[in-house]
């Protein structure tokens, strides 16, 4: 009797999960891939968007005709609750999905509620239309300048996407003539700068500290934002840092659909996961990206949470599919990849300079961590976003 895998989730980590197990197990198994959102999204390139560098149309693709090219089914609709017991998955359009196994790769949430005033006040670019309205934010302000803060929360776990925004904010400011007039702040929860919610890699700090240097740059770190007012931050010190306009990278939290099923999720709606990326308390359900729980190995004075996207969660989804295939064969799930051992590799773009993180694995103890700055970095991120939408929506997923 054919199995039926359902994933939920059509972005990086479902996407590769849902193709990778047909291309292995081809008629032997159903795939069925359930998404609220009927596209691709190539997130790292909303750093460029606001800008005016890329639009809608350079960042997605439908992701039906490349399910209907791998023979994997698709439904465009929400979940709404998981039935472990049933073995069955409800949809907000009133219909219901039966499984013999599970994959959740539903992503995250914004969290704007941690901190009062947080997205009233300031723009973000964590989804598309976050994205959006920051271009239409960043048109008012080039008619209208003045200071800007760019910040990462308490909390928050995207700190190479701030890193990356700050530095192309800066070089849109040159470009449109603005630099000298416009003082330009990095605020972050992150112990040090460099930190990037992975501890750190040797020189990193250095490195970062010269680079804001260079570009004129205040940082300010271990901060911890009380509230946003229209045109203030204000930190749970009570010290102020104005601005004209501001990007903010908030944390983030698990959909909260997944709360309804017991035992599934921690307290921040994150699925609780063994190295196999299987559930604990249910072998036929897996957790893959970032709607995975990660357990950082220190505790800082501010919190800060852990990066998961892009090619941490692309490995996360090909051990879980070869988990799933292993158990529709009768064998048992022996594949297994800690988190904290996937390579860190990344490339951090500055407009147009860029640095290369490369590090044996994801968290500390390492035995090798490297920043590579230079102009170089800039060119092979826009190789890598031309090269990774076309193998995502060609379906080549086994591709590195």
Not at 48 to 63: A, I, N, Q, S, Y
Not at 192 to 211: A, K, T, V
């Amino acid at each position: 009797m054919t199995k039926k895998v359902v994933v939920l989730g059509a972005n990086f980590g479902g996407l590769t999960a849902a193709l990778s197990l047909k291309k292995e197990l081809k008629s032997d198994v159903e795939v069925t891939v359930v998404s609220d959102r009927d596209y691709f999204l190539f997130n790292p390139s909303l750093i460029w968007l606001p800008f005016g560098k890329r639009d809608e149309g350079d960042v997605t693709f439908k992701v039906g005709p490349t399910f209907d090219k791998g023979g994997v089914h698709f439904i465009n609709s929400a979940a709404k609750e998981i039935k472990p017991d049933l073995k069955q998955v409800e949809l907000v359009n009133g219909a219901s999905v039966d499984y013999d196994y599970l994959v959740i790769a539903t992503g995250t949430r914004n969290k704007p509620e941690l901190v009062e005033g947080l997205f009233e006040n300031t723009s973000t670019i964590t989804t598309l239309g976050d994205a959006e309205n920051a271009g239409r934010e960043w048109k008012k302000f080039l008619d209208n300048p003045g200071d800007i803060v760019i910040a990462a929360t308490q909390g928050a776990s995207c700190f190479g996407a701030a890193y990356e925004f700050l530095f192309n904010t800066s070089y849109q400011l040159k470009k449109a003539g603005l630099k000298k007039q416009v003082k330009l702040s990095y605020v972050t929860s992150e112990p040090f700068l460099g930190h990037f919610g992975i501890g750190g890699l040797n020189h990193g700090e250095q490195l970062l500290g010269m680079f804001l240097k260079k570009e004129k740059i205040d940082a300010y770190t271990n901060v911890a934002l009380d509230h946003v007012d229209e045109g203030r931050m204000v930190t749970t010190e009570g010290i102020n840092h104005d601005f004209k306009w501001s990007m903010t990278i908030p944390p983030f939290v698990g959909q909260d659909f997944l709360r309804k099923t017991e035992g599934l999720v921690n307290a921040g709606a994150f699925v609780d996961v063994r190295p196999t990326y299987q559930s604990l308390k249910w072998d036929d359900i897996y957790a893959v990206g970032l709607a995975a729980a990660v357990t950082a190995p220190w505790s800082t004075p501010t919190p800060v949470g852990v990066p998961k996207t892009g090619f941490p969660t692309e490995q996360m989804a090909h051990v879980a599919a070869k988990n799933i295939a292993a158990q529709i064969r009768g064998e048992e799930p022996t594949h297994s990849k800690e988190f904290g051992d996937i390579p860190a590799v990344c490339i951090m773009d500055a407009g147009n300079n860029g640095v290369l993180i490369l590090a044996d694995k994801m968290l500390p103890p390492r035995k090798h961590g490297v920043m590579i700055p230079g102009p170089q970095n800039h060119l092979a991120k826009l190789a890598f976003e031309k090269y990774f939408i076309w193998k995502m929506k060609g379906g080549h997923v086994n591709l590195p």
